[in-house]
């Protein structure tokens, strides 16, 4: 079959498609990755074919909302209050409009002549309107759960437990991700020339007619809820390829045999603050614990300088996060889902949307001791974080026991059984 993987966003958006991708190729598939061209040998490394997006507006948007954090910090002050409505709503029209960048990139991608495409959450709203115009059949693979339930609350919210309330606050949270396609979803049906209908409605018509939609999470992590409609599928992660010509940094193995494990802290494709000064707090931090510690740059740009710290670029988590002792991240869903795979304790710092639910999982899940919100990051309350973290054998068992759980699980071959039965 011809298959088109379909997924916009960072780096933890891309990354696990990798996986899934290769699996379908391995199953004997024609498959072809669709997302942005700077993530060219990120798939080309995995053998797949690649068709480029060239709009790609995530990285700004992120650099919107640190604007939107940094006012977040005070705003029980007028001006910090103020600064803070004005960047939410700044926030909201750039994200319509990154959308609307999108409309173009998607409709020459999708191939008239494909069996099945499978969209991620960001793609979904867009790419299953134009699957339909072409008869294509398609199917949501998604990184976070999206359909509403009382079980617990939606995922760009605070964590709550099961209430009657929680499938309201669902609705509310997709009726506002819908609101951000408004302009998109114009745009697309005049393009292709077809009556236009709002995203709640695009949406219920896609509840209505059960569109299958497959979880890329374990259900140990996040357990299927039993009011959730047939079609919702919750198999386990699908987890991203590792390059099989993969060689680490020679100055990363050198420091690894060096002493004892270290900390590995990187905040991925967050942007939570200046980047001289999370620096700064990532090496004192580390001297006041007197832990060892590996840094990531990543989009933040952070640079490390100090004894017993190195400062890394890009290095596969499958490969880095076994070795350390202990993980400091944003806590978004790829980067979540890695470290509970390498089996190491996490000290969750998270930065916007989902990141917050997903650290309180961490939580609940025994592999944390507890999230620190960026907004309120510093050197002394990492450090003691991380001495209670890594001093608490406790969440080194359970994070011992989650990898050994989560390695028993196949959600791509889930997923790879279930586009055979789909075409």
Known sequence: MRIQVITVGTTGSVAPYTGLAHRLLAEGHDVELVTHAKFAPLVECCGLRMKPLQAD????LIGAHTHLTAAAVSPSRPSGAV????????????????????????????????????????????????????GIPSMGVFLQPDVPTVEFSPCTTAWRGPARTNRLRGHTANLLFDTLYRTAHRATHERLGITHRSGHR?????????WPIWHGYSPWVVPRPSDWRPGLHV?????????????????VTDFLVAGPPPVLIGFGSMMPGDPEQLGQIAAQALRRAGLRGVVQSGWAGLSVVDDDVITV??????????????????????????????????????VMTDQPWWAARLGQLGVSAGALPCTELTAARLADALTRT?????????????????????????????VARLA
């Not at 198999?235 to 100055?251: D, K, M």
């Not at 054998?393 to 790879?416: K, M, W």
């Open 57 to 60: 507006p995530f990285e700004a």
């Open 83 to 134: 600064r803070a409505l004005g960047s939410l709503r700044s926030l909201a029209r750039d994200t319509e409009q990154a959308m609307l960048s999108l409309v173009d990139d998607v409709l020459t991608a999708v191939d008239p002549k494909a069996d099945v495409i499978l969209l991620s959450t960001i793609a979904a709203p867009i790419g299953s309107a134009v699957a339909r115009h072409h």
């Open 202 to 210: 695009l949406r219920a018509a896609r509840e209505r007619e059960q």
């Open 235 to 251: 198999p386990g992660y699908w987890w991203p390829h590792e390059c099989p010509n993969y060689q680490p940094p020679t100055l």
């Open 313 to 350: 670029g890009e290095v596969p988590h499958g490969w880095l996060m076994p070795q350390t002792a202990a993980v400091v991240h944003h806590a978004g869903a790829g980067t979540t889902a890695a470290g509970l795979r390498a089996g190491v304790p996490a000290v969750p710092v998270p």
């Open 390 to 418: 890594v001093r608490a054998h406790g969440l080194a068992r359970n994070a011992t026991a989650a990898a050994a759980r989560l390695a028993r699980e196949d959600g791509a071959g889930a997923v790879a059984q279930a």
